[in-house]
């Protein structure tokens, strides 16, 4: 198993992507914090990651955007298992509302956790992982190409590919790679209740549509030692959605 007696913090976790990813992690050996904006929802989910055969699972609650939350975070998990081997920033919200209309704290709202959140985590990361852990944020391909009304969410997920191509360089030296995973269209809330889908301005091909653990299953792969030669990559997994937009 690739995360026998390593540990990793999921932020995000209480479902879609973070849950998902904190089960495959589990199931591959790894002690998970399952981290959340609410306790109760993050204790849940990590009695799902128990069920799905990890070792120990942890629910916490953390607002990534408080960088003392984050930091009793990493701290929790030094405290009950001793170290810290993976980081997945997965936390992140949208916002729907045309640029003329939004206000600074409209902004401020999406980067303090969509931005901000990775940020306070790649710190504490710095601070306490040794050699050979691994981060692995989780942008999207808005980074890349947008719609309208989610200028927010497009600007802070582009933010993320640069903090990750920072945090590779600057890690090289502390033996800590960090990657980035874009998901395209992937069957969560995130999705369903985006209001251009809704109303049909953005058209989703259901065949196109991915699985909370496809991008599970890329960031194991990234967060492992099967990647070892692999620091600031940005990995789409969007089933070649992007290729069509």
């Given amino acids: 198993m690739r995360f026998r007696d390593k540990v990793a913090i999921v932020t995000g976790a209480a479902g879609g992507i973070g849950l998902a990813t904190a089960k495959r992690l589990g199931s591959e050996g790894a002690r998970v914090i399952v ?18 055969g990890g070792p120990d699972a942890v629910g916490m609650a953390c607002d990534v955007s ?59 990361a710095f601070l306490t992982m040794k050699p050979g852990s691994a981060i692995v944020n989780v942008a999207s391909i808005h980074a890349l190409m947008t719609e309208p009304l989610v200028a927010p969410y497009a600007a802070a997920k582009a ?32 999705l369903w209740d985006n209001p251009n889908v809704r109303s049909g301005a953005e058209k989703v091909d259901r065949s196109m549509v991915g699985k909370p653990e496809d991008i599970a299953a890329a960031i194991a792969f990234l967060a492992s030692d099967d990647s070892a030669f692999v620091t600031g990559t940005a990995l789409r997994v969007d089933g070649g959605r992007l290729d069509q937009l």
């Fill in 35 to 52: 981290a959340d904006l609410k306790s109760d929802a993050a204790e849940k989910s990590a009695g799902e990651v128990r069920q799905a």
């Fill in 159 to 190: 933010a993320v590919l640069s903090l990750t191509r920072s945090a590779s360089i600057e890690g090289k030296a502390k033996g800590i790679r960090a990657n980035v995973v874009l998901p395209g269209a992937i069957d969560t809330p995130m």
């Fill in 66 to 124: 408080s960088e003392a939350q984050v930091a009793a975070t990493v701290k929790a998990a030094m405290d009950r298992f001793g170290r810290l081997d993976v980081v997945v920033n997965n936390a992140g919200l949208m916002t729907f509302k045309c640029l003329e209309e939004l206000t600074p704290e409209d902004w401020q709202k999406v980067l303090n956790v969509d931005l901000f959140g990775a940020v306070h985590f790649t710190k504490q």
